[in-house]
């Protein structure tokens, strides 16, 4: 089984599991990563989800051999990606669910090489826990595959213009420090810890009220690129709908509960 999930309360954690491949991404493991996090979306259960690569990688990217046996073919009709006409849902993304915009946060804890589409997975996700010897890197650059899973999309806003292009001209290695002083992951970990410290921020975010984290988080994918007065109307409009659970957490703290920053007693 190239992916599997496994749950803890409130987290579920979507491994992919392809140890011969370093985990890179064919169609049938695409597939079944799309439907292991629609399942997680639409679980009334389920409040975050972590994504980890086993034993060692978190993703060697687009399985290059499955790529060698597309020669001679029409790639793109074999493929069957496009973008639809209209406004109707895409298929998914050649890596699976780089297409996905989900209602709930997804934490990338990455073990290992994170590298070309690998990395584009990685960078879909909210936040991205390293361990301290894992690295990015866009290596596709070598056999001139692009970057058609949200990689030129998504690492401009999150580390600049300027980096991204150093980055995805270049294909050179991120190591853990690096990327942490760029902006290009949030916590970096000891080795073998990805996991476990990601499922630990994962369980914290699902201890809170999840109207304003689902609200919050959505604001701040839908308000960028609007100028400042439609960003503050979006972000107005999507937070009205959690007022009755604000006023219910002004309640507690009203009596007594979370004072002076305490996070314990909410």
């Given amino acids: 089984m190239a992916v599997y999930v ?3 309360g409130p987290v579920t954690t979507v491994i992919m599991e392809r140890p ?4 890179a991404v064919d169609p049938a493991t695409a597939d079944a990563l799309i439907a292991a996090f629609e399942a997680f979306d639409r679980d ?5 989800a972590v994504f980890f690569g086993s034993h060692g990688t978190f993703c060697a990217g687009w399985d290059l051999k499955y790529g060698a046996s597309l020669a001679g073919k029409d790639v793109r009709a ?3 990606l496009d973008f639809p006409q209209g406004s109707s849902a895409p298929p998914r993304g050649p890596m699976g ?5 989900l209602d709930k946060p997804v934490i990338a804890a990455v073990a290992g090489a994170a590298v070309a589409g690998g990395m584009e997975l990685a960078l879909w996700c909210d936040m991205r826990v390293m361990e301290e010897d894992a690295f990015f890197g866009v290596y596709c650059r070598r056999w001139g595959v692009p970057l058609v899973d949200g990689g030129t999309v998504r690492l401009p806003r999150i580390v600049g213009m300027g ?10 290695k991120v190591d853990a420090a ?3 002083r760029i902006g290009l992951c949030e916590r970096v970990v000891p080795r073998g810890r990805a996991r476990e410290e990601a499922e630990k921020i994962a369980h914290e975010i699902a201890r809170f009220p999840q109207g304003a984290v689902r609200a919050d988080r959505r604001s701040a994918y839908e308000t960028h690129g609007l100028s400042v007065r439609d ?14 659970e604000a006023v219910s957490g002004a309640g507690r703290f009203a009596g007594g509960r979370g004072r002076h920053g305490d996070f314990g007693a909410i």
Avoid: F, Y
């Fill in 78 to 80: 074999e493929l069957a």
């Fill in 20 to 23: 011969d491949a370093r985990n």
């Fill in 163 to 172: 980096r991204a292009m150093d980055l995805i001209l270049t294909g050179r």
């Fill in 231 to 244: 960003g503050l109307k979006l972000e107005w409009l999507n937070g009205m709908p959690t007022m009755a």
């Fill in 178 to 180: 690096e990327a942490l």
């Fill in 6 to 8: 496994e749950k803890s």
């Fill in 97 to 101: 669910p780089s297409r996905l915009e």
């Fill in 44 to 48: 009334p259960d389920a409040k975050v």
